[in-house]
């Protein structure tokens, strides 16, 4: 089993930064890769940025230039880097992680909210 726990969310005005993190416990081997995923009221879960295990990273085109996702390996921890906040990235952001065998976990998301 994998526990994750986000954290850094919060209120910023709008072209603030704020930087999430996601703490993963329990069996954080065999790991195909870990996303950041964000969803608005009433409306579906949308992928925001992947990192593989091998580094490798993927952004929507909603937010490249603008997020960066990165991670800390040895404490088992991703982020992600928001800058240049819009009002339209208030959401709940969750983390995932995907093991190698295609089974996901969630972890139960941070609250982002950007005023205008």
């Known amino acids: 089993q994998v526990q994750l726990v986000e954290s850094g969310g919060g209120l910023v005005q709008a072209g603030g930064s704020l930087r999430l993190s996601c703490a993963a416990s329990g069996s954080t081997v065999s790991i195909n890769h870990m996303a950041w995923y964000r969803q608005e009221p009433g409306k579906q879960r949308e992928l925001v940025a992947t990192i593989t295990s091998g580094g490798s990273t993927n952004y929507a085109d909603s937010v490249r230039g603008r997020f960066t996702i990165s991670r800390d390996s040895a404490k088992n921890t991703v982020y992600l880097q928001m800058n240049s906040l819009k009002p339209e990235g208030t959401a709940v952001y969750y983390c995932?992680?995907?093991?190698?065998?295609?089974?996901?976990?969630w972890g139960k998301g941070t609250l982002v909210t950007v005023s205008s």
């Open positions: 995932k992680l995907q093991k190698r065998w295609g089974t996901d976990y």
